[in-house]
């Protein structure tokens, strides 16, 4: 892993565009007057395909009677601007004296908000435009909103990144000199915030009638690419030996490894006219470097 520490790339932030769309109320033109409501969202994240999910819902009368669409499965979502498009698998019922009509079909609509973002577009009316097609029928609806509204919405959402390095053990270098370690170090990154840092660190190791241990009580930096992690900051050394004791105040580095094939931990503590370095595989204990969203 080499002495090389808080070098190592972080993991990127995730972050997605919210599209979608929510309006309920009454449209109407010449001929009919439909209730509706609509809801439909698409997530696009940098690491990941779009995701869309939304409901529609809609009800009328004809001249052969009640009419509903209902679908919770909206598939696709499409925004131009203060438009979105939205289309899914439906059910349109239709409801007479001869009794329920059912059939299963595909729904287009078209929402516009007229209010909107664009203030070009500003005095313009809520619009609804809604299409169902099957192999049985076809059905066709378009007017302005008379009662209600339909809002278009767009905005940038980054999850809090929260990156972690935890570890307890004992490590053998190759000199089979061990090393008992102890670590657990947070950093979370949230958008709009100051970002937050906390985490300890102990080590003890012995050698020729001496031992020394490392404690480092608040962790200053953190690095991580989700398989190694770079912490460091302030620390004391203890050193023991036949002719005392000796406490000095430095700096230590720690880089730490999460491997399949085995765990590692490198130290480097630092302080004026001394310098002590370590560097071995675990032998007992694990060590664990990740991150959640």
Same mark, same amino acid.
């Given at each position: ?60 009368? !004809? ?7 209902? !679908? ?7 925004? /131009? ?18 009794? $329920? ?19 070009? *577009? ?6 609804? *435009? ?16 008379? $009662? ?31 090393? *008992?370690?102890?670590? /657990? ?91 002590? *370095? ?7 204990? $694990? ?7």
């Amino acid at each position: 892993m080499g002495l090389a520490l808080l070098a190592l790339p972080s993991v990127a932030q995730e972050c997605c565009l919210i599209e979608g769309v929510n309006g309920r109320g009454v449209a109407a033109n010449d001929q009919q007057r439909v209730g509706f409501s609509l809801f439909a969202v698409k997530a696009t994240c940098e690491h990941d395909h779009a995701r869309v999910r939304g409901t529609f819902a809609l009800q009328t009368m !004809t001249e052969r009677g009640h009419l509903s669409i209902e !679908t919770d499965r909206i598939l696709r979502l499409e925004r /131009d601007g203060n438009t979105v498009a939205v289309s899914g698998p439906a059910v349109l019922t239709l409801r007479n004296r001869d009794g $329920e009509h059912r059939v299963l079909g595909v729904v287009h609509v078209v929402a516009h908000d007229g209010a909107g973002m664009d203030l070009a *577009a500003a005095g313009e009316s809520d619009a609804l *435009a809604v299409h169902f097609e099957s192999r049985d029928m076809n059905w066709d609806f378009r007017g302005p909103v008379v $009662e209600g509204n339909i809002e278009v919405f767009v905005r940038r959402h980054c999850e809090c990144q929260v990156q972690f390095a935890r570890g307890r053990g004992v490590a053998a270098n190759e000199n089979r000199q061990h090393a *008992a370690f102890d670590f /657990d170090v947070v950093s979370r990154r949230c958008p709009e915030q100051e970002p937050q840092l906390g985490g300890q660190f102990g080590f003890r190791t012995a050698s020729d009638n001496r031992s020394l241990s490392i404690m480092m009580r608040d962790v200053a930096a953190f690095e991580s690419d989700g398989t190694n992690a770079a912490f460091g900051g302030p620390a004391v050394a203890v050193i023991r030996s036949r002719d005392g004791t000796r406490e000095i105040r430095g700096v230590v580095r720690v880089r730490v490894h999460d491997g399949e094939d085995g765990d590692g931990i490198v130290v480097l503590f630092e302080a004026e006219n001394f310098r002590f *370095a370590y560097e071995g595989r675990v032998v007992r204990g $694990e060590i664990v470097v990740g991150s959640r969203g």
